[in-house]
């Protein structure tokens, strides 16, 4: 059974740094992995997605890499923000088990200013 | 940009009773879920459904649980007989291809059971 676990739990750094947050996974048989961010009370905002294929994704100022075959994501912020507060997800969907995703706990990320 | 909604954005009911939770996904999206996430613990899949049927249901997805999408719009979860550990954050999502595209999550509907 696939687990997805996120390190650290949380993390709080000042405005301006940049950081890593890190997702790994037990099963490396996976189609893809998607990265979620999400505020209190609030829905999931997808952020990446990464096919088994690739190696890293950027959008802005976010960057995940994937090493499918060590089972391990990272989600890299350049340049944080007070707005980038949130709880970050990552999540793994199997090859073989449909279109499920299976998430890890989250990292909770606050940028003070 | 197209979203995915849900309603009610937060829905109280006594243990036992039946309830529906509904959303819309993005209109052009093929393929349909539902998430759960009790508090303070990981978001759990339930259910994916595609071409009108469950192509996948999760163990938590007893009998008490349905999914409908009556026209071409909705997409329903329902709760026949409420319990205490139902209560959740439920999430719908959607996507317009399996696998290679991402799949987009509503604001969820808060469940409390009572």
């Known amino acids: 059974k696939q687990e997805v676990t996120q390190i650290p739990a949380a993390l709080s750094v000042p405005e301006g740094e940049n950081l890593v947050l890190n997702c790994s996974f037990t099963d490396s048989a996976i189609y893809n992995l998607q990265w979620f961010r999400q505020d209190p009370g609030k829905g999931l905002t997808s952020l990446l997605l990464i096919q088994s294929s690739q190696r890293e994704q950027t959008s802005g100022r976010l960057n995940a890499s994937l090493d499918k075959s060590s089972g391990r994501s990272t989600l890299y912020i350049a340049a944080s923000q007070p707005g980038d507060s949130a709880t970050y997800l990552c999540?793994?969907?199997?090859?073989?088990?449909?279109?499920?995703?299976?998430f890890g706990e989250g990292t909770q990320l606050t940028v003070n200013p | 940009e197209p979203e995915v909604t849900q309603t009610p954005s937060h829905q109280v009911t006594q243990m036992g009773q039946e309830v529906i939770l509904r959303c819309v996904p993005i209109s052009n999206h093929l393929y349909f879920y539902w998430y759960r996430q009790i508090l303070g613990q990981k978001v759990e899949f339930l259910v994916s459904f595609y071409n009108n049927e469950i192509s996948e249901k999760s163990e938590i997805f007893d009998d008490q649980f349905s999914v409908e999408r009556p026209d071409g719009s909705n997409f329903t979860l329902k709760i026949r007989s409420t319990k205490l550990e139902d209560s959740a954050m439920y999430f719908c999502a959607s996507q317009r291809l399996a696998g290679v595209s991402s799949q987009y999550f509503g604001p969820g509907t808060r469940l409390t059971v009572l």
């Open positions: 999540a793994v969907r199997q090859e073989t088990s449909g279109s499920r995703l299976t």
